[in-house]
């Protein structure tokens, strides 16, 4: 039987609670625990004596020890399911008052299981039956142990069975008062209880969440009657990255060393400096001497040093930790267990890959979005790569992940094209036109749209139509979708990218209703005759900021001819951007130096445009906004005469009894428009329409858009929006914009065609594989002529393998080389760089990953795709994970980041961060290549394993970016 679980974490709040008292469980209930007991030692000793080996068992022979317990907990019912073989063993860790049984570890393939009731009994709470029934157990567990002492170690953790009456309770994991000494994983607490069914509430779950999927065997009592029966528990295989563990390892020392300090204190755990001294280090010593200070504990140790020392001292013991050092400015050198990382090593080649321990959630990753109509080009490039990226990676974390492209399949475009079509083709409802060139279809309709005023008006009528729901333009509309959908399958294909079409026309039902209930519940207005929604919060006129001053000039003070604003005027004349010109006309100074002009202060109003309303708010914020020395330090000190010029403002400060005068400032310098004066919706409606869909109807919890850069300022405003108007709640949901940079030409210039035109990605893409085919038959010629040379003959790959292979690199450069770059940055597009054997590209990765996939075959492994079977077949007495040499060590402990990039990835959405890990993945593996010889060491399995695990986190890491490797080049 195998017992895993996720990670608790704190349960969630009581629908149940457990007293420490035996007087309240039921009177019957002693007895019944030692007949059960009295069973559990029988069954137990005939497994010790028994060659077979049985779940049953297993079970019986792990229940160890008897404790009440105090917790409340919430509980679903899931069904049970079989656990696959790869999800057996991992990891758990939480904090609560239970008892904690010894770690074990994993016996070799090759031996019997062999099974011991580990814990005896440690306390006397239940009574004079459960010590009796204890007292018998405790007997049985030291004959049982004894006989057993040959075995290295036991297969499974044991159980703490805690007795309870109850609707329902959880799975609890073991507790803060023993901490685990040995490499094993550690045990799970199992209650049992008066239900049908248990299941194990996961580490953040509540009951808006479902706890994920769990199928694993426990012991349970079912109306007070004992036996086993398979319930849920979490079938989320993750593991705890080392930062994570340490994290919670220091937590609880500092929070030992210093119980009285009011303050959180947040472990702050980063790579070592010198690895000689500690592969990670602790730094909150330093930081926390003001904080002790402050907080004016008594006797608290004052220096760096003598902190780092405390903290230490309350270090819990661990698996993970070998030892801790304090340095004499006060941060703590961690030397890591090597045990450790070859025991996890070994572990990701016999479970396989597991991901870092995250809250499972429903997440929708919005990228790719083409127009229709339009062929996909180099801008379109960033936007499906990252968006796959990130699709797979949440993917690989357990989450339910929705991929979404949200096409531009609706706007006034479609009428140019519909009245084009209907000119060529009067019979398209019939005959299907031949339109396949959608793009040079595009370009026809557009020139008669600029240059003929009565196609453009019968354009216009035809977007009306459409939009009234006419069944002729409709089919028209289908029809011209249908075929860019087309084209853009190939390019996906191609790029080996899924994603789910839900386009803008898929919210037109639901925008006018929308509007309508905003505009009913007064939380849009309306300005200038168009709906908008302005996002803002209310300021105290002592906190206005520079920023703050810039909007509400621009958004309130110039919209208002500033020569009718006489206390602005006079604010402005006094800081003399206000002046006489040579006709004695007041007029505002705009702009500095050689570029100064003066502007009618008749002419400073809404009329005056964007971009010259934004340079004067700007300009004259910066002036009527200082930074003054106070005692209290630094302080932002707002123009006595600005604040005259705000309270004359009619309603525009808000003054109380109870709290200081007050002003609306508005979170952005222009309201976000859901429909226009002339009453058609804009992108602001489509967008928080269908980010209301997203949240309410499809129940997401994390909504990610990719796009470009320029698009960020109109996100940020759609998540103030959407939060403003209660459709977002950022306490229980989560959006996020991820924006990336432009892709240049190797001039540094806009990528285009030698015509002018935008570069076309199925042409982009055509390029690379081209040249990687060209290079490769290259490499193949030279290589059959050296064979000619010394008489022998050259097999090499065939044409197949041939084009395989300069797909897999040519595509796979063209990933990888975009996704290396910080994603908000523009980079050049290179196809020599992209392609080169040198430095950090996709081509190296790919002849390293062939490299070490070729090392297993040299060593005459017959199964090189199972290498580690067949290696325990060859030896029963066990091996391990080569970490003796300084390059191994250093290629192991760098293996063991890659969960920890996995979250890095997920919570920044940084694409780059796996393409450093895994170029520094090779570089370590490199290093140890030239330095180790490995088929011919002694220990040459152990390297062989040491290559493997290389091997598949560098092809699961590849995979997780979209690009495929090779076994041979």
């Not at 006989?147 to 953790?157: C, G, N, V």
Request: hydrophobic share 40%.
């Amino acid at each position: 039987m195998t017992i895993g679980f996720e990670r608790l974490g704190p349960l969630p709040s009581a629908s149940c609670t457990i007293p420490d008292t035996p007087g309240n469980h039921s009177s019957r209930l002693p007895w019944v625990l030692s007949a059960m007991l009295g069973v559990a030692v029988v069954v137990a000793a005939a497994a010790m004596h028994s060659n077979q080996y049985s779940p049953v068992q297993e079970a019986w022979a792990n229940v160890a020890v008897l404790r009440p317990s105090v917790h409340g907990v919430t509980v679903r019912h899931t069904s049970a399911q079989p656990r696959p073989a790869a999800a057996q063993g991992r990891s758990a860790s939480t904090t609560g008052t239970v008892l904690q049984a010894s770690p074990v570890s994993q016996t070799s393939a090759q031996s019997p299981r062999t099974f011991a009731v580990q814990r005896v009994l440690r306390e006397h709470v239940l009574g004079v039956w459960l010590a009796l029934c204890g007292a018998a157990v405790a007997g049985a567990n030291l004959w049982l142990s004894r006989k057993r002492s040959s075995d290295a170690a036991l297969a499974r953790p044991p159980l703490n069975i805690i007795p309870v009456h109850l609707e329902s309770v959880a799975a609890v994991p073991y507790g803060a008062t023993e901490r685990n000494a040995a490499l094993a994983r550690p045990p799970l607490n199992i209650i049992p209880v008066h239900l049908e069914s248990v299941a194990a509430v996961p580490y953040g779950a509540t009951e808006s969440h479902d706890v994920p999927r769990a199928d694993n065997a426990l012991l349970v009592a079912s109306s007070c009657q004992w036996a086993c029966s398979a319930l849920a528990v979490d079938e989320d295989f993750s593991v705890e990255t080392i930062e994570n563990t340490l994290s919670q390892l220091f937590d609880d020392a500092i929070k030992t060393s210093f119980p009285s300090l009011g303050v959180p204190v947040k472990p702050a755990i980063t790579p070592g400096r010198d690895v000689e001294k500690g592969e990670y280090q602790c730094n909150n010593a330093m930081a926390l001497t003001k904080v002790l200070k402050d907080a004016g504990i008594p006797d608290a140790p004052r220096s760096p040093k003598e902190i780092g020392e405390c903290i230490v001292q309350n270090l819990p013991s661990s698996a993970v930790i070998e030892g801790a050092n304090v340095a004499p400015q006060g941060f703590i050198n961690i030397k890591i267990n090597k045990d450790y990382v070859q025991e996890q090593l070994y572990g990701m080649l016999k479970d396989g890959l597991q991901p870092p321990r995250q809250r499972k959630q429903r997440v929708l990753i919005d990228f790719s979005s083409p127009n229709i109509a339009k062929e996909m080009h180099v801008g379109h490039l960033r936007s499906t790569i990252i968006g796959e990226c990130l699709s797979r990676t949440f993917e690989f974390c357990g989450h339910d992940v929705l991929r979404v492209n949200h096409v531009g399949d609706w706007g006034t475009q479609f009428g140019m094209l519909i009245a084009h079509l209907k000119d060529n083709y009067p019979d398209f409802k019939t005959n299907t036109p031949p339109i396949s060139d959608l793009v040079a279809f595009y370009k026809e309709s557009k020139t008669r749209f600029d240059a003929d005023p009565a196609f453009k008006e019968r354009a216009q009528q035809e977007v009306v139509a459409l939009q009234g729901g006419n069944e002729e333009n409709l089919k028209a509309w289908r029809l011209i979708c249908e075929v860019s959908r087309v084209e853009f399958k190939k390019i996906y294909e191609r790029l080996e990218v899924t994603v789910e079409e839900k386009g803008e026309s898929f919210y037109n039902p639901y925008m006018p209703s929308m509007v309508q209930e905003l505009m009913d519940a007064k939380l849009a207005d309306v300005s200038d005759g168009a709906k908008v929604i302005v996002s803002g919060a209310q300021v105290p006129l002592t906190d206005l900021t520079q920023a703050d001053v810039e909007r509400l000039l621009q958004s309130n003070l110039l919209k208002t001819p500033m020569n009718e604003q006489p206390a602005l005027v006079q604010c402005l004349t006094n800081e003399g951007f206000v002046v006489d010109d040579q006709e004695n006309v007041q007029c505002l100074k705009v702009g500095s130096g050689k570029k100064q002009k003066l502007l009618a202060l008749t002419a400073v109003d809404s009329n005056m445009g964007l971009e010259t309303a934004s340079k004067i708010a700007k300009g004259l914020s910066e002036a009527l906004v200082k930074t003054q020395k106070t005692k209290q330090g630094k302080q932002l000190v707002v123009n006595a005469g600005f604040l005259d010029a705000l309270h004359a403002t009619p309603g525009l400060v808000s003054s109380t009894e109870e709290s200081a005068d007050s002003v609306f400032v508005p979170s952005f310098t222009y309201p976000f428009m859901i429909q226009k004066r002339d009453g058609g919706f804009t992108y602001d409606t489509t967008d928080l329409a269908a980010l209301r869909y997203r949240l309410d109807e499809e129940n997401v919890e994390r909504v990610i858009y990719v796009t470009d850069v320029g698009q960020e300022p109109h996100f940020m405003m759609l998540f103030a929006a959407a939060k403003d108007v209660g459709y977002f709640s950022p306490d229980k949901q989560r959006c996020d914009h991820v924006g990336f940079g432009l892709v240049f030409g190797p001039d540094g210039k806009k990528l285009k065609t030698r015509e002018g035109d935008t570069i076309r990605l199925a042409d982009l893409l055509d390029e690379a594989p081209k040249r990687s085919y060209e290079e490769s038959v290259r490499r193949e010629e030279e290589k059959a002529a050296l064979a000619a040379e010394r008489g022998e003959t050259y097999e090499g790959l065939t044409e197949e393998e041939l084009q395989q292979n300069a797909n897999v690199i040519g595509y796979g450069a063209v990933k990888y080389f975009d996704l290396r770059q910080n994603r908000t940055s523009s980079y050049r597009f290179s196809y020599d760089e992209m392609l080169s054997l040198k430095g950090n590209t996709a081509v190296g990765l790919i002849y390293a990953y062939v490299r070490m996939r070729s090392i297993a075959r040299k060593a005459g492994v017959a199964n090189s795709d199972d290498l580690l079977t067949e290696l325990e077949a060859q030896h029963p007495e066990g091996l391990s994970v080569a970490l003796n040499t300084e390059t191994e060590w250093a290629l192991g402990l760098h293996l063991m980041r890659f969960s920890t990039t996995i979250d890095a990835m997920t919570e920044e959405l940084a694409p780059n961060k796996m393409t450093d890990f895994l170029y520094e993945l090779v570089t370590k593996f490199n290093a140890f290549y030239l330095q180790e010889s490995i088929l011919k060491a002694e220990d040459r399995d152990d390297k062989l394993l040491l290559c493997e695990v290389t091997a598949k986190i560098l092809k699961e890491g590849l995979r997780l970016l979209g690009i495929g490797v090779l076994e041979k080049l």
